[in-house]
């Protein structure tokens, strides 16, 4: 049975095999796959920052990580948005590991009233494992780039060759450091990277461009210098101003791969072969701080011509496609709700009252803020029936309803039912009947099978009575059984 929990990045061995699962599931097939660093991963989600929350979860299976994602948010902008990567290493693949994190993914993003996912993708043949799986979870790619992996160290003749080509530097002066900006040129730094921000293409993702202030310059390369080593040149006119920057980093425990990230040159200081200068005199920063390098990586969207140019003159070899890809959901209400079998195989149901008429449901409820799943079915289980469920109960189906009327404000809900087995208790939980009844809810009664199968009325979820009959036949499920209605 695959179960899917939170890992705590303090737990070092815990974190260690997660981090392991993660990796194999990435670098599978990949030629030139650059993999966040473990020590990086670590001390990001151990030590938050306060701009992006990032949360590691297990796919688990007899205490062991089967699978790992990253689920991450923005906590100051891009609101609507979260970004999730899944990853499975290929001997644990189509066991429904990938499905079961994606579903804790989509239960967590609507608890957190967040609608967009996106997600990004190394593709180097077709077909791909993460692209099958992210098209059938309904993922549409909004935006394609090369990614070109070049080997270091750079060819003499062919540096030579582009000092030659790109000619004398007229009209600007280039600077570069190395490590966290030098605060002379801090707000020409942030400024020239709000100018990336909204230059660069980024196809159809959703994102709102921020612009960087010196503060937020400060706090960003102050985590980043941990882990990473930035090398920088910034070219100004010869009075002053910003004209363009380029920048690479070498991650600190990683002493093979060298990543080209971000080359800007502003719209008006085009066409003078900026590009290539700052590049050549970043290139020579490299020679002089690090000789262990032996790929230098860099990414570039298919539709930019004058960067793949660029590229192409410093001998870039692409290797595989970059995509970026999005998926917007419905406003789904996230609830928690259990089966609760007694020893015979009976279920508790509550009765609902509506307009409508009668429902038979299971207990339960919506989530409230900041709860987890099984919080939140404590909680419920509690107030509504006076039952402690287990610790750490079998997520038995995962239902996501699309359909108006279910839940006020939002488009559907996402219900996540639990098994709980439990001794014949007296039902009666901390809410008053009245209580109860604001909630439409007006008794409830034990059932057998044959009852549920016999009866003639409305259940929750709709086909209760043969999930049951399948539960109680076959046993629990290995990942969630996804329901409809
Ligand atoms: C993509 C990935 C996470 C899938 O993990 P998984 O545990 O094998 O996923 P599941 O078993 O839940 O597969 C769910 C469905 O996705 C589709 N799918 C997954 N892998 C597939 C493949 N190789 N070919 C075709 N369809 C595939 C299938 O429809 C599958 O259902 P099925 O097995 O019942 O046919 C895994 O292949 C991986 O780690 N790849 C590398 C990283 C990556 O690309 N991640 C995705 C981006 S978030």
Partial sequence: MISVRVIDPADLALFDEWYDALWAGVTAGREAALVVGREALGYSLRTPGPLKRRIAVGAFEDGRVLGAMLFEYRLTDNLDT????IDVPPHHRRRGAGTALWQWAVTRAAQLGRTIFQTELGVPSEPWPGAEFAGRLGFSVEHVED??????PYDDVRLDEL???AGVLDGYRLTSWVGVCPPEHQQAYADLHTAMDQDVPTGGMTREAVPWTVEKLQASEQRIDRNYLALVTMAHTLSGEPAGYTLMYLPRADEANAQQDDTLVLREHRGHNLGTHLKLANLDQLAKHRTTQRFLHTWTA??????QKVN????????????ELELTYPRLRPAARAVVL?????VLLVRFEFSSGPLWATPGGGLEEGESLREGLHRELREEIGLDAPDDPIHLWHQEVVAEGHAAGYDGVINDYFLVRTDPFTVGGTMTEAELQAENVHGHRWWTLDELLAAETRFAPRAL??????LVRNGPPTIP?????
């Fill in 82 to 85: 979260v970004e999730v990567e």
């Fill in 312 to 323: 192409a003159r410093f001998g870039f070899r692409s290797v595989e496609q970059h995509r």
């Fill in 302 to 307: 298919f539709s930019n011509g004058p960067m």
């Fill in 342 to 346: 007694d020893p015979s195989d009976r």
């Fill in 465 to 470: 009575p043969a999930l049951l009959q399948d």
């Fill in 147 to 152: 990614h070109l992996v070049v080997p270091l």
């Fill in 163 to 165: 000092r030659r080509s």
């Fill in 481 to 485: 059984t996804r329901l409809g209605q």
